[in-house]
Each structure stands twice: as C-alpha cells, then as structure tokens.
C-alpha cells in the first residue's frame, strides 16, 4: 500500500478499466489550495468511502468529478472518457452520474414524483408515462411509494433524502456519488438513509461516499480513502484502515474518532486486517 494516493499514476489502460480515475488533480480558490495531487481510481461496481477531518478536500474532490467545480489541473476519466475538458458535455455527466448532497436541494414547488421525473424527461427524453412509472418503482424501492404526491416540505430529513437518492437513480447513473448524505439529519434519522446506500452497495453500484459515519464506512466499503491537507493520505481495505493504519496522520484522525465510535471501530481480527494488501 502506498501511504500516499498521488505517487502512482495510472497508465491509459487502466483508465479504461475504471468507472473513475483522477489524475494529479489541483483545484485552488484564489489562493487556497484545496486539493493537492489527487490521484485515484475506482473500479466498476466498487464501493469507495472517503473519510478525513473538515477542510481535507473530499467535498470538493467529489464535486470536481461530477464538474460542478473546474478543475486548475489534472485529468479526470468517467469510464476511459476524459470529462475535465470538453469530451462530455454536462448532459453527458448528468446521465453518468448522480451526486447526493448534504442539503437535499429538492425543487420545493415540485411533488416528489415530479421532483424525480423532471430530469428524464427533460434529458432523457421519456414520455410522462415512462418517467412516472420508472419514479414510482424508485419510490417504492426507498420505501416512500405513498409519498408520491407530497412536498419536501411535508416530509422529514430522512424521507426528502431518500427522495434525492431516488431522484438521482432516476437518471439510470452508473456512478453515485455521497457528499455527507447524512450530516443535516438528525441522528435517529440517519439510519433510513444508509440503509438504501447500503441495498444501492449490494446492489452492484459504482459509489464514492464521503462520510463521518466511520462504522458504515467500515462495512460497507471495498476500500477507504482518507484525506487530509487536500490530499490522499492512505488507502486500503477497510479492515486494514480502521485496525492498523500505516501512516501518523491517518493513525491521528482515528483515535480523534474512538473518543465517538469506541472500540467499535477497530473491532476484529486486527492481525488478520493487518495482513491484508490494500
């Protein structure tokens, strides 16, 4: 395992492999730097969660994937299709991938079925009857079917963001991406929503999830990213991360975390983690 996620960069055979790839990324405002030489990879139908303190870059990382942040430079693929510059449009991503925010950004004048049909038919280009019928089958799947004709403001945390996860789905994405899909709702509503995270992890889709839930991530992730100084720290298989990190500051940020998780956290044959490649 590398103890730095920038020092290897992939070649162009590997970005063809990957539903994501990211290459020495930097992104500045003025003159903060947020993110430093971000380089990583996520493969298709893998679950990546990425941890870290505030301020380390993982908001913004996700939001450079998905182009709502232009990038100063560095390369990003989305299935071997370079997406920094001009190759896809912002049509383009937006039927590759779905992006969950903290705030849910609902349209508030809208149902919640027409919160999810809108897009498709728009982008998509499906018939009214085709969109709703496709929404209803999401809805029922985040177990909010009977919530088809409320406003978000009749629904709690949870429920709107289940709506959001449903309305991200509804553009068939091949990639979801979690800004800290659970950092607004109040605590005994967070579980609803990591359930269907979780059901979308068995389910075979391709996500990158940031996240303060450390047990989550360590359950439901293929591999962990942790971030620091907008850049990747160190990586690995979460059994591996969470039991016996390699690197101080990583080690650090943990034991800041035991103070909240408990021994939870570390739990497990730690020998066995720590022989385990990333």
């Known amino acids: 395992m590398s103890n730095n996620g920038s020092e290897t960069i992939p ?16 992104k500045s405002f003025g003159s903060l730097s947020v993110l430093r030489d971000v380089s990583l990879s996520v493969g298709e139908g893998e679950v990546v969660s990425v941890i870290g303190p505030s301020g380390s870059g ?13 990038i100063n430079s560095g390369e990003i693929y989305l299935y071997g299709k370079r997406t920094d510059g001009s190759s896809h449009s912002n049509r383009d991503i937006a039927r590759l991938v779905g992006m969950i925010f903290q705030q849910f950004n609902l349209f508030p004048h809208l149902s919640v079925l027409d919160n999810l049909t809108l897009s498709p038919i728009r982008i998509l280009g499906l018939s009214r009857g085709d969109a709703e019928e496709n929404a209803m089958a999401l809805l029922k799947r985040v177990g909010l079917e009977e919530k088809r004709n409320a406003r978000p403001n009749q629904l709690s945390g949870g429920q709107c963001q289940r709506v959001a996860i449903a309305r991200a789905l509804a553009m068939n994405p091949k990639i979801m991406l979690f800004d800290e899909p659970t950092s607004a709702l109040d605590p005994e509503l967070v579980g609803e929503v990591l359930d269907v995270i979780a059901g979308l992890a068995d389910s075979g889709m391709t996500m990158m999830i940031i996240t303060h839930e450390m047990m ?63």
């Open 11 to 26: 070649s162009d055979s590997a970005a063809s492999q990957s539903a994501i790839e990211v290459r020495r990324l930097h």
């Open 58 to 70: 993982k908001s913004t990382l996700a939001r450079c994937i998905c182009r709502l942040e232009k």
């Open 216 to 278: 989550f991530a360590k359950e439901v992730s293929d591999r962990v990213f942790f971030m620091a100084d907008g850049n990747i720290v160190e990586q690995g298989h979460p059994k591996k991360i969470f039991s016996c990190p390699e690197v101080p500051r990583t080690q650090l940020f943990l034991q800041r975390m035991l103070v909240h998780f408990g021994k939870e956290l570390t739990e497990g044959d730690e020998k066995e983690a720590c022989r385990h490649d990333a």
